[in-house]
């Protein structure tokens, strides 16, 4: 609720509007869950070097290696950065229109 709060008392462009107000600031938690769990997958991908299998070490398991994993997790955190970086430029814009579903 104090995102909600927040982004009320910034917004002077135009008039608030609750319900763009409250989708906003379900979609900045949104980010903010998925930004934790982006931090998640890039500790698991520094341990799973250490838990790596030595090569030729087989098996039937098609797993990604741990840069594999290092890199998708990057990837993943440099999208999540200009997202969130969109959504605070566009704030004002988004609290004071209808979304579209």
């Known amino acids: 609720m104090a995102v909600i709060t927040a982004a009320a008392t ?3 462009l135009r008039p608030v509007n609750r ?3 409250r989708r906003y600031g379900e979609f900045w938690r949104v980010l903010t869950m998925v ?3 982006v931090g998640e997958a890039e ?3 520094a341990k799973a070097a250490d838990l790596e299998p030595p090569s030729g070490a087989g098996g039937n398991w ?6 594999e994993l290092k890199t998708a997790a990057k990837k993943s955190g440099q999208s999540l950065h200009v997202m969130s970086h969109a959504a605070r430029k566009w704030e004002a814009e988004l609290v ?3 979304w579209r579903r």
């Open 96 to 98: 004071s229109r209808e």
């Open 62 to 67: 098609a797993t990604p290696t741990a840069e």
């Open 10 to 12: 910034r917004v002077n």
């Open 19 to 21: 319900r763009a107000l």
């Open 43 to 45: 500790r698991l991908a």
């Open 35 to 37: 930004g934790a769990a």
